[in-house]
């Protein structure tokens, strides 16, 4: 026959968006961010994305490698982990502190459970929390924008401080911090904690491009929001320093988000969302770190698959 028929199992849907398209744009996304944070921390930041991209490409084609498998580097994802482990870290942090976390997210927390698709957690955020159980000084000693000089104070820790002591949040932490220095990034931190502008900039690139929805981010941020204005003494002011002063748009945008780790169904997403919202709140409120969103979405990448089961569609015509 000169024409005929093939036929194919379901799905029938094809998309034009591969791999690697979707990760260049989560690189795009972080560009300006991640600029920026070099421009205030300084050269050392550079070294701290170099390497930690490098590193991650390097171990990537390496198990790859030895495991016989198509090297697959081309696709970014390893660029993307790579850049979101040193989104993560301090702009002075030494350069072997840099290998092993990106080490870690590429060899422990993505390969070894299958690699692209198949890790059930953020492997960038397993890198940051593996590191601060080992090297947890280093993670918490910031330098000051520009000056660079070491300090430890943040927004969140002075609130959590001031909470600690009986005194007003509000006050100790607007004596310390203007609420634009904030938003715009003129603040110590890890690298990706700087700009939320820009931060948020990238993330309604991603939401633009079809990369990510608004769900995770809208009700991640929406919940932390309230909880923060019923807990925190009903104080706008102060919940604006607890939305701007962390790595809440960092990791509403571009961790919660992750494809393998969170869910795909509209309603699992909010519940999702939700619950990194309620863990974050109540970690910086209650717990004894004042930051909660990367121990918030770990938690939650392990609830994922459950959250996914019971949001699932019914098949139609299915039985009950």
């Known amino acids: 026959m000169e024409h005929q028929l093939h036929l194919s199992s379901s799905p029938h849907i094809r998309s034009k968006d591969k791999t690697s398209t979707i990760m260049r744009d989560v690189v795009i996304a972080l560009m300006p961010a991640t600029v920026f944070g070099i421009y205030i921390f300084g050269w050392n930041a550079l070294m701290v994305c170099l390497v930690a991209v490098l590193t991650a490409v390097v171990v990537e084609a390496s ?39 990106s080490f870690f997210a590429i060899a422990i927390a993505k390969h070894a459970f299958g690699g692209l698709g ?42 959590k401080q001031s909470i600690l002591d009986g005194k007003s949040a509000i006050n100790a932490v607007s004596d310390s911090f203007n609420i634009g220095d904030l938003f715009f990034g003129n603040i110590g931190g890890v690298i990706g904690e700087t700009s939320a502008l820009l931060l948020i900039l990238g993330g309604l690139y991603l939401i633009f491009r ?32 607890l939305l701007f002063g962390g790595g809440l748009m960092l990791g509403a945008f571009f961790m919660a988000t992750d494809y393998s780790s969170s869910p795909t169904t509209p309603k699992g997403q909010i519940i999702f969302a939700i619950g990194c919202g309620l863990l974050t709140v109540i970690i910086r409120r209650y717990g004894g770190y004042p930051e909660g969103v990367s121990y918030s979405i770990l938690l939650m990448n392990l609830a994922a698959p459950l959250i996914e089961k019971y949001t699932a569609p019914k098949v139609f015509g299915g039985a009950k």
């Open 63 to 101: 198990i790859q490698k030895l495991r016989n498998k198509k090297i697959t580097i081309s696709d970014w994802s390893a660029v993307v982990t790579g850049l979101l482990v040193a989104m993560n870290m301090p702009g002075n942090s030494p350069w072997w502190l840099v290998v092993i976390g």
């Open 210 to 241: 079809g990369v990510i929805t608004y769900r995770i981010p809208a009700f991640y941020i929406g919940t932390v929001a309230i909880l923060s204005y019923l807990l925190y003494g009903f104080n706008i002011e102060l919940v604006a320093y």
């Open 118 to 159: 198949h890790n059930f957690i953020n492997p960038a955020l397993a890198a940051r929390a593996f590191i601060m159980s080992g090297w947890m000084g280093r993670m918490t000693s910031y330098t000051t924008p520009k000056i660079h000089e070491i300090s430890q104070a943040t927004p969140l820790n002075v609130i």
